[in-house]
């Protein structure tokens, strides 16, 4: 699969291998330096991929006057006095 075409989600569990092979202490070397390499690759993947993330979620999110929205919901106050437990 090609590094561009994967899935955050794909990214992250090949990152988490990684990790858990190069903590393990049974690598050689080399193979230490290629699981690093692919390692700092998926992480640029998955920045790029949440930093696209982030966008598409501002523009969602915008008011009318396209200005970033910063509260999503406004909460209203809601009377309590109306409400009786016993």
Same mark, same amino acid.
């Given at each position: ?5 994967? #899935? ?16 393990? =202490? ?12 692919? =390692?700092?690759?998926?992480? !640029?993947?998955? =920045?790029? !991929?949440?930093?696209?993330?982030? !966008? ?9 006057? =396209? ?10 106050? #809601? ?8």
């Amino acid at each position: 699969m090609a590094e561009k075409k994967q #899935t955050f989600e794909t990214a992250i569990a090949r990152l988490e291998a990684i990790v858990q092979a190069m903590e393990s =202490g049974q690598l050689p070397l080399e193979e230490l330096l290629e699981r690093y390499e692919e =390692g700092n690759r998926l992480v !640029k993947i998955c =920045g790029e !991929k949440l930093a696209a993330a982030e !966008k598409r979620i501002e523009i969602v999110t915008r008011n009318a006057a =396209g200005e970033p929205q910063t509260a999503p919901f406004e909460s209203k106050p #809601t009377k309590r006095d109306d409400v009786s437990l016993f």
